[in-house]
Nanobody
């Protein structure tokens, strides 16, 4: 099993930056995929960014060139650096890991005001 705990959410003005962290309860070295999803009010949960165990990253078109996902295997932590934030980035952000099963964090709120 993997327990995921997010931190780093908050309120920021448009154009600002935030860095989300996702701390895992076990080594992430061998976890196939880790990533970030988000869910805005009234909308479905959507994939924001994902990183493989080899470090290959992929992004939703809406965040490409603004967000960067990274992982620190030594700290069992995945990060999401969000730059040039827009009001439409407002959502609850969830950390996700796939290791045979889907594991989810509890979510962290990101609010971007115009």
């Amino acid at each position: 099993q993997v327990r995921l705990v997010e931190s780093g959410g908050g309120a920021v003005q448009a154009g600002g930056s935030l860095r989300l962290s996702c701390a895992a309860s076990r080594s992430i070295f061998s976890i196939n995929f880790m990533g970030w999803y988000r869910q805005a009010p009234g909308k479905a949960r959507e994939l924001v960014a994902r990183i493989t165990s080899s470090g290959s990253a992929s992004y939703a078109d809406s965040v490409k060139d603004r967000f960067t996902i990274s992982r620190d295997n030594a700290k069992n932590t995945v990060y999401l650096l969000m730059n040039s934030l827009k009001p439409e980035d407002t959502a609850v952000y969830y950390c996700h890991a796939f290791w045979g099963y889907d594991y989810w964090g509890q979510g962290t709120q990101v609010t971007v005001s115009s």
